[in-house]
C-alpha cells in the first residue's frame, strides 16, 4: 500500500527556513524520481522541485536558488530545505513520486507572513 506523509509546514517569517520531510511507504522509493508540489487556495497545484533516483535535482524558477530538494534512499524520505522563504510561497506543499502519480499524501501547510 503505497503512503506519502508530509511533515515540517508551519509559520514563518519572511527571510526564514524550513525543511520540509516526505516519508514513503509502499514504494521501492530508491529507483524512483519523487517531485515536490505546492498549492495556494484558488491556484492550480504547482510542480517545485524534482530529484531523480540518481540525485540529479530540478527547481521551478521562482524556488530556484532559496530551495533544495535531497533524498535519503535508506529511509524512505525527501526533504525540502526551504530558505529565504517568502509570502508568495505559502501554501500547501505535496510530495509526489513519478511512477505512482495517482498517491498523495495529505500534506503539509507552509505560511510566510509578517
Known amino acids: 500500500q503505497v503512503q506519502l506523509v508530509e511533515t515540517g509546514g508551519g509559520l514563518v517569517q519572511p527571510g526564514g527556513s524550513l525543511r520540509l520531510s516526505c516519508a514513503a511507504s509502499?514504494?521501492?522509493?530508491?529507483?524512483?524520481?519523487v517531485n515536490w508540489y505546492r498549492q495556494a487556495p484558488g491556484n492550480q497545484r504547482e510542480l517545485v522541485a524534482t530529484i531523480t533516483r540518481g540525485g540529479t535535482t530540478n527547481y521551478a524558477d521562482a524556488v530556484k536558488g532559496r530551495f533544495t530538494i535531497s533524498r535519503d534512499n535508506a529511509k524512505n524520505t525527501v526533504y525540502l530545505q526551504m530558505n529565504n522563504l517568502k509570502p508568495e510561497d505559502t501554501a500547501v506543499y505535496y510530495c509526489?513520486?513519478?511512477?505512482?502519480?495517482?498517491?498523495w499524501g495529505q500534506g503539509t501547510q507552509v505560511t510566510v507572513s509578517s
Open positions: 509502499g514504494i521501492i522509493f530508491r529507483l524512483s524520481a
Open positions: 509526489n513520486v513519478g511512477a505512482y502519480t495517482a498517491y
